[in-house]
């Protein structure tokens, strides 16, 4: 890790939409280990919030314990951000989200806050339909506490210290897909081109998207025998597909091979588009996803890509029908009966 | 003649009913047919942790004198539950009534010579009145109670004026119910002695009051403090808070041409996640709460420990109920002060708020948003199941059309402009209390990172032990704000009379007022003070700094709020003395008043005795 980031940036940065270059978006400088596969999707939210040209103050990010969930604090310095305790993110980021609707929030979890202590309020946000951008680095092992195996460490793995993993790993994304989230994505934290487009859709998705990004643990975790290590990963890599996440409706159809391409209109009229490498898988149809996931794990590949999408769902305001306006906008004379109800509500109680 | 006198409207009835076999309904008739006609009366639930099968009670004290706590010895059971049976006829006081179902005749062991049986075949009847069997079972209660104003003089207008209210809209009904309870009534003028001696007489004791649940009332409070975030975990006795304020918002804050409505209510997976959300919300700018009870309350701790460390305004309503672990989760206690007041790990300390009634149930709830978004902290309401799930006499509410929500300190984006540079933890008005900004509010100004880790003044992770300390002893200085704000205590007397006082808080009040006059009539005068909140705030010390002894009556095992005071404040451990219950069951008059007795007979009796007698003429002269 380094003490101290240079100040000086390229005169020419390009400019987004609304005038920021990308150190905009940049957070504190981060305390994880050199190498940390978190910090390269840490990178990757800066790179994706930047060419969405979203206002950092409009988005909050949350995050539970862990290495994952200090990183937050290394992206986007003029968002609010909440470090709150261990696998307890779900929670607040709904009581938030139902506080302000008008905000963007993006969740960052580990594989411990989420598949252990989280899994209780993980899975019930999924049902809720949050509209949330969830985001696990996933790296099968706790960090903090010297490199014990997580529960998405795969059976038979081995760590560090040479123990073999005798337990079933938790399939976050079959999981998710099987609860019904309605934005499904898997990633390496060493593939930025595959990684940003994500975001950019996940940060876009009307509801909860879910981008469980296998990330190497380099210092616990990146041993011969471990499943989550850069080389385990890169040799065991499958995309669905290519994809590329277009904010308007720019046609760009045409890199792609005809027939191939899949186009997913999300809700703002952006669109998602993918060139699809599996044939036999349809974004937009959950079982055929649920099978190409459980097809790749019998090869012993890791599925990359959007896995799924549903972009017509209603997430938990629609559900709830609460109003227009953020709840936290709302005034006394929004919300208080008033004393002449009083006086009405008394006389019912005579 | 005597006799006749004192027991018109001063007794108590118990009714023994199934639960689940609509007998709520028709007991409530009978408690709002004694309040309507100006009585005042104190309805009790007892009831088992199940929903269709296993006994329940319903006891009702009536008490010209307005004594609306608890009171021992029944005077008259209406039996409709074969299953206590035995129970209930032992129940009875001597010279009391028995009121039960006489289709079948009543076996010898149910036979006591010293009470007074009132057979009424309620089976027969109304298996001969009514074909459809769920009518049958149903109307058998609206036939007692129809007997039962034969025998007390309930005046009959009130209860059809009643049935007219509860079935308005559905009027197709109330012939039917207006003739169950004539076919009780008549068989009582056909069968039996009427009025009884225990009777009922129109007064007008009642003046505006109300009567409603405690839940009910904070429900209504959480609509009237603004709240628009509920998350919650159903869990007895709590679960009708969130009902209530369900009920209310859904007839105050839907639009009526969208739909959309000014509110979300979340039933969370569990507690954790509840005040999870809740504390989501109020980070976010929302008036949040939360509603519990103790099991969930130990769930929370985690959280509560966050939300105080990160200063985040939370408000919990927990409506305490008998512990340790599941323990009687249908009886009432007030087993969770300690608890509350620290809850979570490390060094914390929790506002606690103590109503005794349902008005104070609506202000203290508003109250708490207003102290939990000054103070930045959670605010824990102590409410018990007595409290929240009976009905009580009130005070009407009250509200203010003047008064405005103190959302405390918050920088909006013009302030921030104002200022160099933010600190989330900046102690700027010496207060302990800092400012601070929603999400959202400013580009460039005010965003800060929430934490449960140690942090400097601008909100930056520090592991230095300088900044660690600076934050927690400004968390004692506001802790010591908070003690001016927080609701002060009733002290009952301008200028003390004696050297005993009594502290009590909560439900406890109806009973201990009770006491104080039956501790009068012999002779033995005590001051009062009712704690309404914690931190205690100097009347309470010096309550206790002049008195030479403080009966505590609370409702543990533990002496807990005893315990609170003595680490809180500067008090010798024998001043207090507990005056505890603990049985599940609201305290009575005659159990504190035993208690204190005894306890004044034991320190005159001890050692003890010459030193308090020599306090006591010390005191004396000052007074004098």
Redesign the interface.
């Known amino acids: 890790m380094s003490y101290t980031r240079p100040k000086f940036r390229h005169p020419e940065l390009i400019k987004n939409k609304l005038g920021y270059t990308v150190d905009y978006y940049e957070g ?1 400088l981060s305390t994880l280990c050199a190498g940390c596969g978190h910090d390269s999707i840490s990178a990757g939210i800066i790179q994706a919030c930047y060419e969405l040209s979203i ?4 988005l ?1 990010k ?1 995050s539970g314990i862990g290495c994952s969930s200090k990183s ?2 290394y992206v986007l ?9 261990h696998g ?1 993110m ?11 609707k ?2 963007i929030y993006l969740g960052v979890s580990g594989d411990g806050d989420t598949a252990s202590i989280g899994m ?2 993980f ?2 946000v999924i049902r ?1 339909n949050l509209n949330m951008l969830y985001i696990v680095m996933n790296n099968g092992c706790y960090g903090l506490t010297k490199g014990q195996d997580s529960a998405t460490a795969d059976q038979g793995s081995k760590n560090k210290t040479g123990n073999i993993n005798l337990f079933e790993a938790i399939d976050l994304a079959s999981l998710s897909l099987e609860l019904g989230a309605t934005f499904v994505a898997q990633s390496f934290s060493g593939d930025k081109t595959q990684l940003v487009p994500l975001i950019k859709a996940g940060l876009k998705h009307p509801g909860f998207a879910f981008i469980n990004v296998i990330s190497p643990c380099v210092t616990f975790n990146n041993n011969v025998g471990s499943t989550k290590s850069y080389d385990f990963v890169r040799e065991h890599i499958a995309a669905t597909s290519t994809i590329d996440f277009v904010p308007e409706m720019t046609e760009i159809t045409a890199k792609y091979d005809e027939g191939t391409t899949k186009k997913v209109k999300m809700h703002d009229g952006s669109f998602i588009s993918l060139n699809k490498l599996s044939q036999d898988w349809d974004p937009l149809d959950r079982l055929s996803a649920v099978t190409a996931i459980h097809n790749a794990r019998a090869k012993n590949e890791i599925l990359t890509g959007l896995l799924y999408v549903n972009p017509d769902c209603n997430d938990l ?1 629609q559900m ?5 306006k953020p ?2 906008t ?1 005034l ?1 004379s ?6 002449s ?3 009405e ?2 006389a019912d ?2 | 003649m005597s006799l006749i006198e004192n027991k018109v409207n001063d007794f108590v009835v118990r009714f023994a009913n199934v639960n689940g076999t609509g007998s709520a309904s028709a007991n409530f008739l009978f408690t709002k047919a004694i309040f ?1 006609m100006g009585i005042p009366v104190t309805p009790k639930n007892i009831f088992p942790s199940n929903i269709q099968g296993l006994p329940t009670w319903y006891e009702v004290r009536i008490s010209e004198k307005g004594y609306l706590g608890r009171r021992e010895g029944i005077d008259f059971v209406v039996s409709v539950n074969p299953q206590s049976m035995l129970n209930d006829v032992q129940s009875v006081k001597a010279g009391g009534y028995f009121l039960y179902d006489s289709s079948k005749k009543l076996h010898d062991q149910y036979i006591r010579q010293d009470i007074n049986y009132i057979g009424i075949p309620l089976m027969l009847m109304c298996n001969e009145a009514y074909t459809d069997p769920r009518q049958r079972q149903l109307f058998k209660n609206i036939v007692y109670v129809g007997a039962l104003a034969a025998l007390f003089e309930i005046e009959f207008d009130v209860l059809e004026e009643l049935l007219g209210e509860q079935f308005k809209g559905k009027e197709k009904l109330i012939p039917a119910n207006v003739k169950a309870l004539k076919l009780g009534a008549d068989y009582i003028y056909a069968n039996f002695k009427y009025p009884l001696d225990i009777r009922v007489e129109r007064r007008n004791l009642i003046g ?5 649940d405690g839940n009910s009332a904070c429900g ?1 409070g959480a ?4 709240a ?2 509920a ?1 919650w975990y159903p869990i007895t006795p709590s679960t009708s808070v969130v009902e209530a304020y369900n009920a ?1 918002a859904e007839e ?2 839907v ?1 009526k041409i ?9 039933q ?3 507690e ?15 008036r ?1 709460f939360t509603a519990s009870s103790g099991p969930g309350l130990s769930l929370m701790n ?2 509560l420990g ?1 939300a105080y460390f990160a200063e985040i305004p939370t408000v919990l309503i927990d409506v305490q109920r008998t512990g340790p672990s599941t323990g009687m989760p249908t009886r009432t206690q007030q087993s969770d002060i300690l608890e509350a007041a620290y809850a979570s790990h490390g060094d914390t300390k929790h506002v606690l708020l103590f109503p005794s009634n349902p008005k104070e149930c609506f202000d203290l709830t508003v109250d708490a948003f207003d102290l939990a978004e000054y103070l930045q902290t959670p605010v824990i309401m102590l409410t018990d199941l007595d409290l929240g799930m009976n009905d009580h006499i009130s005070e ?6 003047k008064r ?2 103190n959302r405390g300190k918050i920088l909006d984006a013009a302030a921030l402009d104002n200022i160099v540079k933010f600190g989330r933890y900046l102690d700027v008005d010496n207060d302990g209390i800092a400012y601070r ?8 100004k005010g ?7 140690s942090r400097d003044e601008y909100a ?2 520090s592991e230095d032990s300088g900044a660690y300390k600076r934050n927690v002893d400004r968390l004692i200085k506001k802790w010591n704000t908070a003690k001016d704000i927080v609701p002060a205590p009733q002290v009952y007397q301008d200028k003390n009379k004696s050297e005993y006082g009594i502290l009590f808080f909560g439900t406890s009040q109806c009973s201990a007022e009770e006491a104080i006059d039956l501790l009068n009539q012999k002779k033995i005068i005590v001051d009062a003070i009712r704690i309404k909140s914690f931190p205690f705030n100097k009347t309470v010390q010096d309550f206790i700094d002049s008195h030479e002894k403080v009966f505590v009556i609370e409702q543990n095992r533990d002496a807990q709020m005893k315990s609170l005071l003595l680490i809180e404040l500067v008090a010798n451990h024998q001043k207090l003395i507990s005056v505890l219950n603990y049985d599940g069951m609201p305290i009575t008059a005659e159990n504190i008043f035993n208690q204190i007795t005894n306890q004044i007979l034991s320190l005159k009796s001890s050692p003890l005795k010459e030193e308090a007698n020599g306090k006591k003429n010390k005191q004396n002269s000052i007074t004098n």
């Open positions: 504190a206002e950092p103050h409009r909050a949350l937050p604090a310095s003029n968002s609010h951000g909440f470090n709150s305790v307890r779900p929670s607040v980021a709904t009581g938030a989200n139902l506080a302000n008008d905000l209780g309020q899975v019930h809720r305001h709830l029908r609460t109003c227009d709840l936290n709302l006394k929004d919300l208080c009966p008033g004393a109800m009083l006086n509500i008394n109680l005579r | 309507r505006n009051s109300i009567m409603i209504l609509v009237y403090a603004g628009t975030v998350a209310y105050f804050r639009n969208t739909g959309k409505k000014n509110f979300a209510i979340i969370a997976e569990d954790l996640s509840a005040i999870g959300m809740v504390i989501g919300a109020s980070w976010n700018g929302a949040s985690e959280l966050l009407p509410f009250e509200w203010d059309d405005e929500y900004t929603y999400p959202g509010t400013h580009p460039t965003s800060f990172f929430t934490r449960g880790t930056t992770y």
